[in-house]
């Protein structure tokens, strides 16, 4: 059983039913969520993709974007970093929206996905679910986020694991025909004191928004879309136009990372941000999740005896490596003054420059090559 439909489920799914599993997935939201904000996709997960075969399928879904530019409250260009400056610093790096990541994926699985059901119970590899059916597993794999279900019935309460960056994020999509010709395929952000607010074309004439604010409480709104006008309301650009369209159902969530000592209890094992969330400051969580995934069959496939904790071996300091290097980021992506934005738009006027270039990699790209073992030990099938 696997619980979670996102990048971490879906790929666990993928790995284990190839190995031999008899695999069942169940998402809490009440349909497949397509869409999320832009990513760079590179690193070990990269290297997963491709053994996956999925590669042409990503690449054919790359967001075109030329540049990231950073503008000023009337859109004039401030810095711009080109995307062939950028992949100098990030080999193979594949700029997509998470939800097309996902869906790549999702489609070349063979296990069917029930919508709109959590779990309400795990009693080692009982669970019962939300709609009061139950059913007993070999394996149970939480794959449920930050705010994993799964993590909550079997390990203890979210305040024993979840590290709070001190920044709420949001992401939503629209088409706006006009908007998307003037935006162009370069990724633009404007950045304030506590807040950023960025947007890109995606295709089709459809849009895609990030936005980002330092808060003090982790506690989320209760009208999530109200909150973004009364934070952002009084910036420029297009901030106007984007809040205008952000939908009711927006995604909003806290910036955090999960710690956790231990990743596994029982029958029941933990993968992606359930038990190692990196946070949107550091990046790289969609090609851990994959990593995760991957990893974990690999392990099982060797052999059931100990294979969580061999597992949690190999891809703990990994996750332990990107959450320091995320926290390190936040000054990068979130600068909390204005001598700190004018910092790093002179690093981006400069990008071109080799010494610049050293910089910026370590700024943006934590080493967590070498968890995987060569491809010969992967379960295929």
């Excluded at 694991?161 to 939503?172: D, Q």
């Excluded at 029941?268 to 790289?284: I, P, R």
Aim: aromatic share 8%; hydrophobic share 45%.
């Amino acid at each position: 059983m696997i619980v979670g439909a996102g990048i971490a489920g879906l790929t666990s799914a993928w790995w284990l039913e190839r190995a031999g599993w008899d695999v069942s997935v169940v998402e809490k939201a009440p349909s497949f969520r397509a869409g999320g904000y832009m990513i760079d996709f590179f690193g070990p997960g990269h290297e997963v993709a491709r053994r996956m075969g999925l590669l042409p399928a990503l690449e054919a879904r790359r967001a075109p974007i030329s540049s990231v530019t950073s503008v000023d409250s009337s859109g004039r260009r401030r810095a711009e970093i080109s995307t062939a400056a950028y992949e100098a610093v990030a080999d193979g790096v594949i700029s997509l929206l998470r939800g097309d990541l996902a869906s790549v994926v999702r489609d070349d699985l063979r296990a069917s996905i029930r919508c709109g059901t959590t779990v309400s119970a795990v009693d080692d590899g009982r669970v019962t679910f939300s709609d009061g059916s139950s059913g007993e597993f070999d394996l149970v794999v939480g794959a449920d986020g930050v705010h994993s279900r799964v993590r909550e019935l079997v390990f203890g309460p979210s305040s024993s694991f979840v590290r709070y960056l001190g920044h709420h994020t949001a992401a939503f999509s629209f088409r706006d025909v006009e908007l998307s010709a003037r935006i162009g395929h370069r990724y633009q952000m404007l950045t304030v004191p506590q807040r950023m607010i960025g947007c890109y074309a995606v295709r089709d004439g459809s849009m895609a928004a990030l936005m980002l604010y330092r808060s003090a409480s982790p506690e989320l709104p209760a009208d999530p879309a109200a909150a973004l006008r009364e934070r952002f309301g009084d910036l420029g650009w297009v901030a106007p136009s984007l809040l205008s369209v952000v939908p009711q159902d927006v995604y909003y969530d806290e910036v955090s990372q999960v710690d956790m000592p231990v990743w596994h209890r029982g029958k029941v094992v933990l993968v992606g941000d359930a038990c190692g969330a990196v946070s949107l400051f550091a990046g790289h969580g969609a090609s851990l999740a994959m990593t995760g995934a991957c990893v974990l069959a690999e392990e099982l496939a060797a052999g059931t005896e100990g294979a969580f904790a061999r597992y949690q071996s190999r891809m703990k300091p990994a996750v332990e490596h990107t959450q320091e290097f995320g926290r390190r980021f936040i000054g990068w992506m979130a600068p909390s003054s204005a001598w700190r934005i004018s910092l790093r738009d002179l690093a981006f006027q400069l990008s071109g420059l080799p010494v610049v270039r050293k910089l910026i990699r370590g700024s943006v790209s934590p080493d967590i090559d070498g968890v995987l073992v060569s491809a010969s030990r992967t379960p295929r099938g």
